[in-house]
């Protein structure tokens, strides 16, 4: 768990060090981070390498996500987890402005530079260690947001604790599937989420065009 967020944070740092290095565009900085998550891979490939065979298949349950292995102890990390969301959430007022388009936002009095960068280590603490918890689970926190953004619209005082509280609903629902599918046996909750959340990110990416 310590690792999975420590990783988090130093890949988040890196990608900070090397922006502000050298002044570099989105698209640059987007392809930075899919390099990284490259070479986060690998480090994933070098674990199974050297993996004995129950760290192998712990390994594997980990990256197919599950919540069977999450007690008391791990649940700690809320403390990281509960400020950091709390505080996102009140940032909806600033995000609406950053919809308008950095020059704007900036003519408007919002410094975007600074809280771009708050919400990028902001993100990476809440993914982290909801990643070290629970392992990988797609899609929630991609279908989600989108979708209430269809039904609610781009509010983000509204969507953004809205959607904290509909992707957990939605992690939980997939949990209980994941448990009651199968007799004595319990479904991985991302491959459960993975085959719900594809459909319907489909479905909507092919309503708006």
Aim: charged fraction near 10%.
């Amino acid at each position: 768990m310590a690792a999975a967020l420590i990783g988090a944070l130093a890949f988040t740092a890196i990608l900070v060090f090397l922006a502000r290095k050298r002044t570099m565009s989105t698209a640059r900085l987007l392809l930075i981070g899919v390099a990284l998550g490259i070479l986060s891979g690998a480090m994933v490939t070098w674990a199974f390498y050297f993996s004995s065979d129950l760290n192998l298949r712990q390994l594997m349950y980990w990256l197919m996500g599950s919540l069977s292995g999450v007690h008391w102890p791990q649940l700690s990390l809320a403390f990281i987890v509960t400020p950091a969301l709390i505080w996102l959430c009140f940032q909806g007022k600033k995000l609406d402005l950053m919809m308008l388009g950095e020059t704007q936002a900036r003519q408007l009095g919002l410094d975007t530079q600074a809280l771009r960068w708050q919400l990028i280590m902001m993100i990476s603490i809440l993914v982290g260690a909801s990643v070290a918890m629970s392992g990988v689970i797609g899609f929630v926190g991609l279908v989600v947001p989108h979708f209430l953004r269809l039904w609610l619209g781009t509010d983000n005082r509204y969507l953004i604790p809205l959607s904290a509280i509909a992707g957990a609903v939605l992690l939980l629902l997939a949990d209980t599937i994941g448990r009651l599918a199968i007799d004595a046996a319990e479904l991985p909750v991302g491959a459960v989420t993975t085959t719900i959340g594809a459909p319907l990110f489909i479905w909507m990416l092919m309503r708006r065009v």
